[in-house]
């Protein structure tokens, strides 16, 4: 830290410890000229702190010395001083955005946090983004964040439901690295990983938008992914798809699925996949109104065997169905 001196014209010099606060006592000094011509103006020194004040009685310019706190004024100046340091410490040569797919323009605290830019725009848009978080905290309206225990807790819904983090990632819009650091947080430098205490309130509305509850229609499920909450609704269907005579091996024929993998399907409790019931959907919508052929013994045959076994297991036609018996399922 180099000293500074300061001089005027009418004889008085001093040295300070630092430029700023050189200038700052050179703006606060009263030339003698001046105090010949200005009457009334009275001025004060502390020799231990260079503290100065000027007053227009000298009874104020008394009390001010007398009052003043040495231990305030050094601690004002060393703070002027650690300002200083770090002003020419800071790099404030503009930096270019480095990011693929962004173009960070400066003057935005996009550029200064996320590029590392301290050019004087970005530092301002950075002070007016800080200044904008404390008055709207100071009124009580910060609602940026929301607390992430309730929003974890509902993407493992959705996880139970069949959805990978993968999958909500490219439905819901959510960033990978924010659902990620949501779930099982930042790893830190000894190792370890805390998920996070607060989400931004933007992807938590996006996270909620995907509600079993609330979402027209199925969840947006991968196609490999189980789905539970249509597999009762598909099975239904087959079963009423044979009720009308089709065969499960005609009906596997026409899903693409094994003869000997059909009765698990149609008859037990194996959880199917979203593209099988997808598949299924589409099959029951084109035959739940058609009879199957039965144009020869064979096909007579399997037609009348059909028949008899949902009527055995109780599964109804498709005209028999009701919004019951689709989402709950009939006993078999």
Partial sequence: MMAARVTCRCGWTKTYPTRSHAEFNARRHVCQRTKR???????????RCFWEGTYDTAAKANHAKKKHSCAKHEQAMLRAALAEEREAAIDRTP?????????????TNAAYVLDKCRCYPCSAARAAQDDWRRRQKAYGRYTKYVPAEHVRAHVRD??????????????????????????????QADGTQQPSRRVLRETAEKLYALDPAWTPGPLPLAPGARDHAGTPTARTHLRALVALGW?????????????TNMAPVVSGDRVLTRATVDAIEKLYAELCMTLPPETNQRERIAATRSRRLARERGWLPPLALDDDDIYQGVPA
């Avoid at 011509?37 to 020799?47: D, E, K, M, N, S």
């Avoid at 993968?166 to 659902?179: D, N, P, T």
């Fill in 37 to 47: 011509v200005r009457r009334g103006t009275y001025h004060r020194r502390c020799a």
């Fill in 95 to 107: 930096k270019p955005c480095h990011h693929k797919e962004a173009n960070h323009q400066h003057g």
């Fill in 158 to 187: 959705l996880m139970d439901a069949g959805m990978g983090l993968k999958r909500i990632v490219a439905v819901s819009g959510v960033s990978q690295g924010a659902l990620w650091k949501l779930m099982y947080g930042k790893r």
């Fill in 247 to 259: 065969s499960m091996s005609k009906l596997g024929a026409r899903l693409g699925i094994q003869p």
